[in-house]
């Protein structure tokens, strides 16, 4: 077992699943409904009901994706002792693959049940939409080809938890879906991007040595930073383009997390090994204040 579960190395059932959960990347799946609502809102067509379902559903989501990881980086030997990540419980014996599989299977289904309101709201698209999205918790490191193994990884993650997110939170209050919607999205897109790239970037090493070949296990650390930095002003961007579409200018208050923003960087570039699970809580973070205080702006 690795020695990140705890000094004296024993976890309750409680912490097992909060390990398997993985909080501090919640705001992946968070902060783009709350965005998507803040839009839907700032054009007068917010709608409680679905706004909060959504959310469900896409934490659900995102949490089903971590479970299913866990299973499937266990089978192919990803997640060793050399790890230098968080504990994954299938891999330290904590809960069983048993276990994980019924708990996803179970999340899932529950998702694709609560799900079926939105479709009753808002119509096929959005059926299209959770189909593809379940889909894609699967194929990320399930099945013959799994995406994050290939490299494609963060491509999906930014279509996902980035333009499908926000527009489909958005497309469920309004019954429609214009291109400022999108702009805005690429800005959770990017930090979600991000929030991978840090995790994967320090993984490089042990990833290649089973096959893993994400992005930064192709391109190496020092291009993967790169990546990052540019994801980042790309987010810093979209406010002002949204403001341009017609938007409030208020919405530049996301400007101000810029300092933390910087500072991630920095920290990203000084950082290697174990050291990097600090720049990835801290880009989640950064994540949900420039989320907020973009959401914020939109409203007035």
């Known amino acids: 077992m690795s020695s990140n579960v705890s000094p004296g190395g024993a976890v309750t059932p409680f912490q097992a699943w909060m390990l398997a959960i993985r909080p501090k990347t919640?705001?992946?799946?968070?902060?783009?409904?709350?965005?998507?609502?803040?839009?839907?809102?700032?054009?007068?067509?917010?709608?409680?009901?679905?706004?909060?379902?959504?959310?469900?559903?896409?934490?659900?989501?995102?949490?089903?994706?971590?479970?299913?990881?866990?299973?499937?980086?266990?089978?192919?030997?990803?997640?060793?002792?050399?790890?230098?990540?968080?504990?994954?419980?299938?891999?330290?014996?904590?809960?069983?693959?048993?276990v994980m599989i019924r708990v996803s299977a179970g999340l899932l289904i529950g998702v694709f049940m609560l799900g079926m309101y939105l479709v009753y709201v808002a119509g096929w698209p959005i059926f299209l939409i959770g189909v593809l999205s379940l889909l894609f918790a699967w194929a990320y490191t399930g099945g013959p080809w799994p995406i994050a193994y290939s490299g494609l990884g963060d491509i999906f993650v930014f279509v996902f938890f980035g333009l499908v997110a926000v527009g489909g939170t958005y497309y469920v209050q309004a019954f429609s879906l214009d291109f400022p919607v999108l702009f805005a999205a690429a800005a959770?897109?990017?930090?979600?991007?991000?929030?991978?790239?840090?995790?994967?970037?320090?993984?490089?090493?042990?990833?290649?040595?089973?096959?893993?070949?994400?992005?930064?296990?192709?391109?190496?650390?020092?291009n993967a930073r790169r990546l990052y930095v540019l994801l980042t002003?790309?987010?810093?961007?979209?406010?002002?383009?949204?403001?341009?579409?017609?938007?409030?200018a208020w919405g530049m208050l996301a400007v101000l997390s810029f300092p933390l923003a910087y500072g991630m960087i920095r920290k990203l570039y000084a950082s290697e090994g174990k050291d990097l699970n600090g720049?990835?809580?801290?880009?989640?973070?950064?994540?949900?204040?420039?989320?907020?205080?973009?959401?914020?702006?939109?409203?007035?």
């Open 26 to 98: 919640l705001p992946a799946g968070a902060m783009p409904v709350v965005l998507g609502s803040a839009l839907a809102a700032a054009d007068g067509k917010f709608r409680l009901l679905p706004a909060l379902v959504a959310l469900v559903c896409a934490l659900g989501i995102q949490v089903a994706t971590n479970f299913i990881n866990e299973i499937y980086d266990f089978r192919k030997g990803a997640d060793t002792s050399d790890r230098l990540g968080p504990t994954r419980t299938v891999a330290a014996g904590i809960i069983s693959e048993g």
């Open 188 to 222: 959770p897109g990017a930090f979600s991007v991000n929030i991978l790239l840090v995790n994967n970037i320090r993984d490089i090493a042990t990833d290649r040595t089973v096959g893993k070949m994400t992005l930064p296990a192709r391109i190496g650390g020092e």
């Open 233 to 248: 002003a790309m987010a810093y961007l979209m406010p002002v383009v949204v403001w341009l579409n017609g938007y409030s």
């Open 279 to 300: 720049v990835l809580a801290g880009t989640g973070k950064v994540m949900t204040i420039h989320g907020i205080l973009f959401s914020l702006g939109l409203l007035f």
